[in-house]
T-cell receptor
Framework: SQQGEEDPQALSIQEGENATMNCSYK?????LQWYRQNSGRGLVHLIL?????REKHSGRLRVTLDTSKKSSSLLITASRAADTASYFC???????????FGTGTKLQVIP | NAGVTQTPKFRVLKTGQSMTLLCAQD?????MYWYRQDPGMGLRLIHY???????AKGEVPDGYNVSRLKKQNFLLGLESAAPSQTSVYFC?????????FGSGTRLTIV
């Protein structure tokens, strides 16, 4: 399997703290995507970072990409209870059909 | 703004029965996908389509068939359900970049 891996598998923080999740992947990529999944719901696309980008921001989200290490990180700043969800990275390695999801990080933000 | 709609949301099947899961998108997306999500396994691609009338196998296609007769619809069929197909099934579509997911179908095979 070419499935990537997120680290940590679970993370529990206090509201207001920052949350950092890491993703390692195995192949050369076109882009890497991050998704959020609330319990019992579908995945929601958060941010896409292309292979020639190193950092990208969207609101309280900051994504970095290190293609030499085949890794990416998602930082959520000033976390809120509503950020409680599972977060998945997904690597796109060759066309729109070639998106492989990691196993996810389960984030709990305690009010 | 419906996005991606999956029906049904829940279903219980007996081993050996057949059923079809329907996915409909109203965003004129070319690409559509069926994933299954199992605990600790992330999402695994079952089948996908890059346009109307085309389908292709993903990572775990065995036991499933698909059809894309209309651009907006992508059907996933189970011909003879097995307990190993108990899972949550997600449909997604894309045009470029990120995927739009449906809310999922929780399928239990008994």
């Amino acid at each position: 399997s070419q499935q990537g891996e997120e680290d940590p598998q679970a993370l529990s923080i206090q509201e207001g703290e920052n949350a950092t999740m890491n993703c390692s992947y195995k192949t050369s990529i076109n882009n890497l995507q991050w998704y959020r999944q609330n319990s019992g719901r579908g995945l929601v696309h958060l941010i896409l970072i292309r292979s020639n980008e190193r950092e990208k921001h969207s609101g309280r989200l900051r994504v970095t990409l290190d293609t030499s290490k085949k890794s990416s990180s998602l930082l959520i700043t000033a976390s809120r209870a509503a950020d409680t969800a599972s977060y998945f990275c997904a690597e796109n390695s060759g066309g729109y059909q070639k998106v492989t999801f990691g196993t996810g990080t389960k984030l709990q933000v305690i009010p | 703004n419906a996005g991606v709609t999956q029906t049904p949301k829940f279903r219980v099947l007996k081993t050996g029965q057949s059923m079809t899961l329907l996915c409909a998108q109203d965003m004129n997306h070319e690409y559509m996908y069926w994933y299954r999500q199992d605990p600790g396994m992330g999402l695994r691609l079952i089948h996908y389509s890059v346009g109307e009338g085309t389908t292709a196998k993903g990572e775990v296609p065995d036991g499933y068939n698909v059809s894309r007769l209309k651009k907006q619809n992508f059907l996933l069929g189970l011909e003879s359900a097995a307990p190993s197909q108990t899972s949550v099934y997600f449909c997604a579509s894309s045009l470029s970049g990120g995927y739009t997911f449906g809310s999922g179908t929780r399928l239990t095979i008994v």
